[in-house]
């Protein structure tokens, strides 16, 4: 079945600066992937997603770009701030009604 | 627009104790349902899904069983629970096809003493 790896584990970043989490899935079929951030004790939320027809997507400073060939998908976060600060999970699917998650980053921000 | 809710926040059970979570969805049809148990300072682990009334999708083995009584309604119950069975509950639903986003409930937070 679908394997996703997810890395770094943990990651720290000054404010201002970029911070970059990557995924990499095992079946070349899938072909939706979101992104869920959960700050401290609350349920993940969806900030972003792609589907494999497009290679990148941007809200804001949030972007996530997908590399099909290489089967990899990965969140930029540009000109980062504290609230930042969270876990943030990818998932991966194929025409299913399951999403394979990754084991999680945690992002930490500082001042 | 679409809303879901999970209740109890938090439950303090004794260990051998039976356990019954809810979870609904308002403003959709024939969602599909999920339950999914988050330990401290890790990932999310899927234990059921379901796709309809009556059809549940077991992940995992465990004691504990989930069911879907109603459309939007999902129950993930124990008949006793094991110190094991601690964590954060976390219900979600996403539209029905496939490949869709979910979408999570607050979550219950259960310990076991």
């Known amino acids: 079945g679908e394997n996703v790896e997810q890395h770094p584990s943990t990651l720290s970043v000054q404010e201002g600066d970029s911070a970059v989490i990557k995924c990499t899935y095992s079946?070349?079929?899938?072909?939706?992937f979101p992104w869920y951030k959960q700050e401290l004790g609350k349920r993940p939320q969806l900030i972003i997603d792609?589907?494999?027809?497009?290679g990148e997507k941007k809200d804001q400073r949030i972007a996530v770009t997908l590399n099909k060939t290489a089967k990899h998908f990965s969140l930029h976060i540009t000109e980062t701030q504290p609230e930042d600060s969270a876990v943030y999970f990818c998932a991966a699917s194929k025409d299913t009604d399951k999403l394979i998650f990754g084991t999680g980053t945690r992002l930490q921000v500082f001042p | 627009s679409q809303t879901i809710h999970q209740w109890p926040a938090t439950l303090v059970q004794p260990v051998g104790s039976p356990l019954s979570l809810e979870c609904t969805v308002e403003g959709t049809s024939n969602p599909n349902l999920y339950w999914y148990r988050q330990a401290a300072g890790r990932g999310l682990q899927l234990l059921f899904y379901s796709v309809g009334i009556g059809q549940i999708s077991s992940e995992v083995p465990q004691n504990l069983s989930a069911s879907r009584p109603q459309d939007r309604q999902f129950i993930l119950s124990s008949k006793k629970l094991l110190l094991s069975d601690s964590g954060f509950y976390l219900c979600a639903w996403s539209p029905g096809g496939g490949n869709q986003p979910q979408h999570f409930g607050d979550g219950t937070r259960l310990s076991i003493l």
């Open positions: 792609i589907r494999s027809n497009v």
């Open positions: 079946d070349s079929a899938s072909n939706y």
